[in-house]
C-alpha cells in the first residue's frame, strides 16, 4: 500500500480518518488489481486511469 498510496506521508490523524482513507485505498487497489485489459503494474493503472476517463469508467464499472 504504501508503494502504490504513499500511505506513509499521509497525515490524516484525526478521529477516524486514517481508518476511512485505509479503506478507500484497499478498494482503489482492489479494483486496478481487478482490471485487466491493460499489461501494466499498478502504479501505471493510475497514471492512465487519471489521464484516461473511459479507462477510469471502465475501472469503476460504469
Do not use: P
Not at 504513499?6 to 487497489?29: F, H, I, K, P, V
Not at 499489461?39 to 471502465?58: T, V
Request: with cysteine; aromatic share 6%; glycine share 6%.
Amino acid at each position: 500500500m504504501d508503494v502504490c498510496f504513499r500511505e506513509d506521508q499521509s497525515r490524516a490523524r484525526a478521529g477516524y480518518a486514517a481508518e476511512n482513507l485505509a479503506t478507500l485505498r484497499r478498494l482503489a487497489l482492489n479494483l486496478l488489481r481487478r482490471e485487466k485489459t491493460k499489461k501494466r503494474g499498478i502504479r501505471g493503472k493510475q497514471l492512465n486511469a487519471s489521464w484516461d476517463h473511459a479507462y477510469l469508467l471502465r475501472l469503476l464499472g460504469v
